[in-house]
């Protein structure tokens, strides 16, 4: 039977993944998170979840062999840099965190097919809606999400899943992994023009894919109004239309209006309302992305699960 509280991944070994310091996705931003949920009484209500790493067969269903293992090399030498920007870096235990930031995603995924529980949040670090198939950038090293999407197919038989990107940066890895696969419909919404500088609105996939990528750029400053509009007048349609057997959410808390690396509008209940118009569209798997300032961070993930909570 499934419980009405929301599934939780988390683990100590997150916030053992090191960027230099004063870099912006630092571990202060899980730790922070978990004292204010423990606080406010809502981590003893949660369904906790113990992550697995994930296998050498589940990563390369999505990233080829020679990104795996130069991940790999660099964490087993140390650490360093491993983009050509200069603002993805790896330190001596991130391959595990990250083995174990996508297998949390799958255990969630594992969690909520099987029916234990009807949604699931991923409180995973490093992110990875940006990491490309041979390539880590903008802070993420595997793109969790997408190796979570393979898994359900995979292993579940799920024949359509859905990811919905509310990240304020676009989820241009995830993009291109799934552009031309018609089974993985693909929605972001996001600042633009801004980093990584795709996401446009004419971006709708390629291929059999054609029609299942849908862009949503957006100009710095738009709120809470614009994005429920958008929900309601075409995220929500094209989602039930697709009949997704499996919806998973890159949930980025980083257009939220007190976040320092973005310029939107949002609050902490419009992650909420959002979440309340999708989550019975099919079972929900949220995994988080970004999101810089602390509280607003935990403001905004405590409302996402209550309204994950209510299944």
């Not at 200069?86 to 969630?108: I, K, Q, Y």
């Not at 097919?113 to 802070?139: K, N, S, T």
């Amino acid at each position: 039977m499934k419980t009405r509280s929301a599934g939780f991944i988390y683990d100590p070994l997150y916030l053992e993944h090191l960027p230099p310091s004063g870099h912006p996705e630092r571990p202060g931003r899980l730790s922070h998170l978990v004292l204010r949920l423990k606080n406010d009484g809502l981590w003893d209500k949660l369904l906790h979840l113990e992550p697995a790493p994930a296998t050498e067969e589940q990563l390369l269903a999505v990233h080829a062999r020679e990104h795996v293992e130069f991940i790999r090399e660099v964490c087993a030498q140390g650490g360093g840099q491993v983009d050509q920007v200069g603002d993805t870096h790896a330190s001596e235990r991130s391959f595990e965190a990250a083995l174990l930031a996508a297998g949390g995603v799958v255990t969630a995924i594992d969690a909520v097919l099987a029916g234990r529980i009807g949604a699931a949040f991923c409180a995973v670090r490093p992110p990875g809606h940006h990491a490309e198939q041979d390539q880590a950038m903008g802070f993420c090293l595997f793109n969790n999400i997408a190796i979570g999407a393979r898994h359900a197919q995979q292993a579940h038989g799920i024949e359509r899943v859905a990811i919905l990107d509310w990240d304020v940066h676009h989820g241009n890895g995830t993009q291109h992994l799934f552009e031309d696969d018609p089974s993985v419909f693909f929605i972001s919404l996001h600042q633009y023009p801004f980093y990584p500088g795709t996401g446009a609105r004419d971006e709708l996939g390629t291929g059999r894919g054609e029609g299942y990528t849908l862009n949503f750029p957006l100009p710095a400053g738009t709120g809470e109004e614009t994005y429920i509009s958008i929900f309601e007048s075409e995220i929500v349609p094209a989602l039930q239309r697709f009949r997704p057997g499996l919806l998973l959410i890159s949930a980025g808390f980083d257009a939220h209006r007190e976040d320092p690396l973005a310029n939107m509008a949002l609050s902490e209940q419009s992650y909420g309302k959002m979440t309340a118009l999708v989550k019975g569209i099919a079972p929900v798997v949220s995994v988080l992305e970004g999101g810089y300032n602390f509280d607003a961070l935990a403001l905004s993930v405590e409302q996402h699960l209550h309204s994950l909570s209510i299944i």
